[in-house]
């Protein structure tokens, strides 16, 4: 990790501690519905509660970074996004509408070996037969992506991919990835779930992210000017 790279994190997790006590702490998605004051637009940060910085200072670390509504035209909401992460209310999910629940579904797969799906991440859509197979799978995802801690900050601006959210997203994650993906600021635990992905950027980068994480060969950089950006987003909460 270069100093710059560590002095750019600790502003991050510090923006961050400051959004917490904006928004009165973290939240769980197994706690929250559509009714909780959210805002139309925003970038969403995931922790894990067994995942800590590497500084020692037993801060969680984040393990996701998404947003939404970056295509020109679009009209999906935060809590949106939010809620086809965290699937249903009897606990169950689609998959094929969060790349988040197919990566994690992915790795219990292959950490458990409990089930033989061999249809789960294949296309877009299925039929009933093969969802209501996937049903057991599926309430293995909604429990564990409930329990992550997560923060939100609003960020309203018209969708599209010069947006502030597209921004924000793009380089906290590169930032987080480290430029070739496999050097993260912080290293995943030897327990973190991600592990199991057949992923290796997941792996790698100890992130749920595929967009955006860098290979030794495509090194990517992240503008430092984003963490002004973000500062200004959290302020205004």
Known sequence: ??????????????????????????????????????????????????????????????????????????KSTLWGRLRSHKGTGA????????????????????????????????????????????????REVSTSIGALPFLWVEVDDEPGASSHRAYIERNAIILLAGPDGCSPIDKPGLDWLGHYSDRVKIRESGLWNLDHIGHPDNLLSYDPDFLDVLERHVDAM
Request: charged share 25%; with cysteine.
């Open 1 to 74: 990790m270069s100093e710059n790279g560590k002095i750019h994190a600790d502003r991050f997790y510090d923006l961050l501690r400051l959004l917490e006590s904006k928004v009165a702490g973290m939240r769980c998605l197994k706690d929250c519905h559509g009714r909780m004051g959210w805002p139309k637009r925003g970038v969403y940060f995931f922790f894990d509660g067994d995942e800590y910085r590497s500084d020692g200072s037993q801060q969680l670390r984040v393990v996701r970074v998404g947003t939404h509504a970056v295509g020109t035209g679009s």
């Open 91 to 138: 606990g169950t999910g689609n998959h094929r509408g969060s790349i988040f629940r197919l990566h994690v579904g992915n790795a219990l797969l292959n950490k458990h070996g409990a089930w033989t799906l061999p249809e789960w991440g294949r296309g877009s859509s299925a039929s009933r037969q093969i969802k209501q197979s996937e049903q057991g799978l599926e």
